[in-house]
Antibody, heavy 119, light 106 residues
């Protein structure tokens, strides 16, 4: 079955860069778009962006200046970087698989990883 | 940006009740609408996509309807495992989620 697993530091200092990786198993990373979503008490669920195996990306306009999503097909991984983080970036970060069937939806998710921005 | 507004924010219901949750988009999204269920400490789970298509493995008591700006998720007979938070999500332009509707036990 399809499984996604987030990994990365749980604590990041303000103004530094948040880096997370998602490892995909049970599906080829060369199929579908792969997505990062975060969830915080203050802002609810927020789509960050997605990537295709070719490297084509789409980002949330409000985050685009600080976000980079990349893919490593040899490792079946895709990654997220958010620069210049503040407390507002504290959230549970999820990676997910995007599908299309008349709308775009996220049918498989990682378990989520809590990232706290604090000094 | 397309804003998604759910109502109510929370509701109390009993097992066996019919429950309806509404989601309104700030502009037309045709049927680019998905519904999710989320339980505490877990990732969201897709229930309905393309406004009315039932995801494989989801019980038939869940149904979705609507197009344009107004959408509805209906649970025909609430079961104990249905107490959770429900979110709508548009994918017409970028991706945006509603703020959620928490379904609690009455």
């Amino acid at each position: 079955q399809v499984q996604l697993q987030e990994s990365g530091p749980g604590l990041v200092k303000p103004s530094e860069t948040l880096s997370l990786t998602c490892t995909v198993s049970g599906d080829s990373i060369t199929s579908n778009y792969w997505t990062w979503i975060r969830q915080s008490p203050g802002k609810g669920l927020e789509w960050i962006g997605n990537i295709f195996y070719s490297g084509s990306t789409n980002y949330q306009p409000s985050l685009e200046s600080r976000v980079t999503i990349s893919v490593d097909t040899s490792k079946s991984q895709f990654s997220l970087k958010v620069t210049s983080v503040t407390a507002a970036d504290t959230a549970v970060y999820y990676c997910a698989r995007q599908r299309f069937g008349g709308s775009y939806y996220f049918d498989h998710w990682g378990q989520g990883t809590l990232v706290t921005v604090s000094s | 940006d397309i804003q998604m507004t759910q109502s109510p924010s929370s509701l109390s219901a009993s097992v066996g009740d019919r429950v309806t949750i509404t989601c309104r988009a700030s502009q037309s999204i045709t049927t680019y609408l998905t519904w999710y269920q989320q339980k505490p400490g877990k990732a969201p789970k897709v229930l309905i996509y393309a406004a009315s298509r039932l995801q494989s493995g989801v019980p038939s008591r869940f149904s979705g309807s609507g197009s344009g700006t107004d959408f509805t998720l209906t649970i025909s007979s609430l079961q104990p495992e249905d107490f959770a938070t429900y979110y709508c999500q548009q994918s017409y332009n970028a991706r945006t989620f509603g703020q959620g509707t928490k379904v609690e036990i009455k």
